[in-house]
């Protein structure tokens, strides 16, 4: 199967957080749950993880989500949250249960599904246009003000892939 792709339904899962909470899709009054698919030793997700935090704290209050689904054990995934400042959900899917279902062919990916379980749009590896046009879309339907997720002269690359 290939990666999912934007107008496709996500197949809902449920994963528990490294704060041992059970996280199931769909199963939430999230508006907008933004998925990021990580490793713990992927050195693009390193780099996108600061970024995915601004958009967590960009529109957390106007209805978003985020869930980060380590493809790692529970104590590497809560080390990496903690060293990466991530406050949104960690999830573990150190048996890939959930991953062969969406079958990213990188990390990070990023799926932005909404209540009704569609995917809106999908984010591929570390692409600061990318994002910012993400965080456009969420702005757009959350009704929010949108915000820069990542700036040109912050010092990181444009593009790292996955």
Same mark, same amino acid.
């Given at each position: 199967?290939? $990666?999912?792709?934007? &107008? ?5 899962? $449920? ?7 059970? @996280? *199931? ?5 999230? =508006? ?7 490793? $713990?030793? +992927?050195?693009? +997700?390193?780099?996108?993880?600061? @970024? ?6 960009? #529109? ?7 869930? &980060? ?11 990496? *949250? =903690?060293? #990466? ?14 991953? =062969?279902? #969406? ?5 990070? $990916?990023? /799926? ?9 749009? +999908?984010?591929?590896? /570390? ?5 910012? =046009? ?27 892939? &996955?």
């Amino acid at each position: 199967m290939a $990666t999912l792709t934007i &107008g496709q339904t996500a197949p809902a899962f $449920t994963l528990r957080g490294i704060d041992d909470k059970q @996280y *199931a899709l769909n199963q939430h009054d999230a =508006r907008l749950t933004l998925v990021v698919f990580f490793k $713990t030793t +992927c050195p693009t +997700c390193m780099l996108a993880f600061p @970024y995915i935090e601004k958009i967590q704290r960009a #529109y957390r209050d106007a209805g978003l989500q985020v869930w &980060g689904v380590s493809q790692d054990a529970r104590d590497l995934s809560a080390e990496f *949250a =903690r060293a #990466y400042g991530a406050t949104f959900a960690i999830l573990t899917d150190a048996d890939l249960r959930v991953a =062969r279902v #969406y079958d990213p062919e990188f990390v990070p $990916t990023t /799926f932005l599904i909404d209540r009704t379980g569609k995917i809106n749009d +999908c984010l591929i590896a /570390f692409n600061k246009i990318e994002l910012n =046009r993400v965080a456009k879309v969420i702005a757009e339907k959350l009704d929010a003000p949108a915000a820069l997720i990542a700036p040109d002269d912050d010092g990181n690359p444009v593009f790292k892939p &996955g």
